[in-house]
T-cell receptor
Framework: AQSVTQPDIHITVSEGASLELRCNYSYGATPYLFWYVQSPGQGLQLLLK??????LVQGIKGFEAEFKRSQSSFNLRKPSVHWSDAAEYFC????????????????FGQGTILTVHP | EPEVTQTPSHQVTQMGQEVILRCVPI?????FYWYRQILGQKVEFLVSFYNNEISEKSEIFDDQFSVERPDGSNFTLKIRSTKLEDSAMYFC???????????FGAGTRLSVL
C-alpha cells in the first residue's frame, strides 16, 4: 500500500527566507504526486502536480517541487516566502484502485504547518 | 473559477443520529470522492464514485456509510448511525478523470455529541 511521510509537523520561517517542505512517499510503481495547501476555513487547493516528464515542476504562487525517484521524495520549495504563505501544506500520492484501474484515490501525508514571521 | 461546494459548513448531531453531508461537484466532472480528516490526523480517503457506482472504498467506509448522486448535480455522504469517532472534517472532491486534478470543497465539520 502507498504511504506518504511529511517529517516536519511545524516549520517557522521569516518572511523573505527560502522554504523547503519535505515529502517522502512509498509506492511500488511510478507515482503521481501532488502538493495541496489549506488555509484556515478553506478547502484544499492544489499547488502543483507531477505525473511524468520533467522532474522539476512549477506550481502556483511561486512554488516548485522536484521529484527524485532515487530518494522517493517530492520536496516543495519556494525561494522567498511571503506572509500570505502561512498555511498547512499536504503532500499526496495518487495510486491505482483495485484491479489496477486508476480511480484517483489520494493518500495524504500528515501535513506541515508553516508559520511566517515578519 | 468553478468550485466544489459543500453544505453545511458545520453539522452538530447526537450519537446514533443519521446525517447527510452534501456536495455539489464541478459540473462537468465525472469522478467524485469523499475524504475525512480527524482533528490532528491525516486526510484519509473514504470512497470514490464513478458512473453511478462506488469505484473504491477504504476500510473506514463500512455499512454505516453510503454515497449517492441523487440528481445531476449533488453528491451526498450519509452516515446512518453516527458515533463519537465520526467527528471529523469531511471533504468532497471531484475530478474530470482519475488522473486529473481533484478539486476539493471547503469541508463540512461534523461534531458528534
Amino acid at each position: 500500500a502507498q504511504s506518504v511521510t511529511q517529517p516536519d509537523i511545524h516549520i517557522t520561517v521569516s518572511e523573505g527566507a527560502s522554504l523547503e517542505l519535505r515529502c517522502n512517499y512509498s509506492y511500488g510503481a511510478t507515482p503521481y504526486l501532488f502538493w495541496y495547501v489549506q488555509s484556515p476555513g478553506q478547502g484544499l487547493q492544489l499547488l502543483l502536480k507531477y505525473f511524468s516528464g520533467d522532474t522539476l515542476v512549477q506550481g502556483i504562487k511561486g512554488f516548485e517541487a522536484e521529484f527524485k525517484r532515487s530518494q522517493s521524495s517530492f520536496n516543495l520549495r519556494k525561494p522567498s516566502v511571503h506572509w500570505s504563505d502561512a498555511a498547512e501544506y499536504f503532500c499526496a500520492v495518487g495510486a491505482p484502485g483495485a484491479g489496477g484501474t486508476s480511480y484517483g484515490k489520494l493518500t495524504f501525508g500528515q501535513g506541515t504547518i508553516l508559520t511566517v514571521h515578519p | 473559477e468553478p468550485e466544489v461546494t459543500q453544505t453545511p459548513s458545520h453539522q452538530v448531531t447526537q450519537m446514533g443520529q443519521e446525517v447527510i453531508l452534501r456536495c455539489v461537484p464541478i459540473s462537468n466532472h465525472l469522478y467524485f470522492y469523499w475524504y475525512r480528516q480527524i482533528l490532528g490526523q491525516k486526510v484519509e480517503f473514504l470512497v470514490s464514485f464513478y458512473n453511478n457506482e462506488i469505484s473504491e472504498k477504504s476500510e473506514i467506509f463500512d455499512d454505516q456509510f453510503s454515497v449517492e448522486r441523487p440528481d445531476g448535480s449533488n453528491f451526498t455522504l450519509k452516515i446512518r448511525s453516527t458515533k463519537l469517532e465520526d467527528s471529523a472534517m469531511y471533504f468532497c472532491a471531484s475530478s474530470w478523470g482519475p488522473k486529473n486534478i481533484q478539486y476539493f470543497g471547503a469541508g463540512t465539520r461534523l461534531s458528534v455529541l
